[in-house]
């Protein structure tokens, strides 16, 4: 039978222009979020991350702006080159005072950025 | 630093074999991760170590699949018997310690069950 996958979003740039990726997350309680970077065939690779008393962290080249009230996540890639095509992932932890969420990250769906030269 | 070493990259056998799967995390390190992606689910967190203890299996799918970690340095899962639907990339995760911190991720083991 036809098997069913995850339907990733997806993005496709020109070289040069900046890049958007959006994540919505899901528990109020999370107060740590990453973005990850996973090319084919590798592990996710960490980009950035902040913190919840943050609503904006800057890194090179890269932006992620957190939206508490709405429970959103966005990452921006300045000036996207051919080597930053790869999927990529928001994950979210809750953190505090311990028990079995310590630590835990919840990972989004991932979207596909792709860059065309 | 070496960054989260996992062994074999790629691994392909047959149902109703054991397979074992292994992770070196990055040392210094006291949290410890095993995750599986597939297309289906995406990115699983299946158990997760601090300084050597299971902290959290509830991922674990089944009781077929079994995670040790005898020592800070080295952790293995393992899966007896393997079946057809196992097949995935499987990760291991290390972070330095307490909540809000970045997992530094292995290259990952490529299973295929026939």
């Known amino acids: 039978g036809e098997s069913v996958g995850l339907h990733l979003p997806t993005l496709s740039v020109q070289e040069g222009d900046n890049s958007i990726i959006n994540c919505a997350y899901s528990?109020?309680?999370?107060?740590?979020f990453i973005w990850y970077k996973q090319e084919s065939g590798k592990g996710p690779q960490f980009i950035i991350d902040i913190r919840s008393n943050m609503d904006k962290r800057q890194g090179q080249r890269v932006t992620v702006l957190l939206n508490k009230t709405v429970k959103h996540l966005s990452l921006q890639i300045a000036a996207t080159q051919p080597g930053d095509s790869a999927v990529y992932f928001c994950a979210e932890n809750i953190g505090g005072t311990g028990g079995t969420s310590y630590g835990k990250l919840t990972f989004g769906q991932g979207t596909i950025l792709t860059v065309h030269p | 630093d070496a960054g989260v070493i996992q062994s074999p990259r790629h691994e392909v056998t047959e149902m109703g074999q054991e397979v074992t799967l292994r992770c070196k995390p990055i040392?210094?390190?006291?949290?410890l991760f095993w995750y599986r992606q597939t297309m289906m689910r995406g990115l699983e967190l299946l158990i997760y170590?601090?300084?050597?203890?299971?902290?959290?299996d509830s991922g674990m799918p089944e009781d077929r699949f079994s995670a040790k970690m005898p020592n800070a340095s080295f952790s293995t899962l393992k899966i007896q018997p393997s079946e057809p639907r196992d097949s995935a990339v499987y990760f291991c995760?290390?972070?330095?310690?307490?909540?809000?911190?970045?997992?530094?991720f292995g290259p990952g083991t490529r299973l295929l069950v026939l």
């Open positions: 995760a290390s972070s330095r310690g307490r909540d809000q911190e970045t997992q530094y």
């Open positions: 170590f601090n300084n050597n203890v299971p902290i959290d």
């Open positions: 528990n109020s309680a999370s107060d740590y």
């Open positions: 040392s210094g390190h006291d949290y």
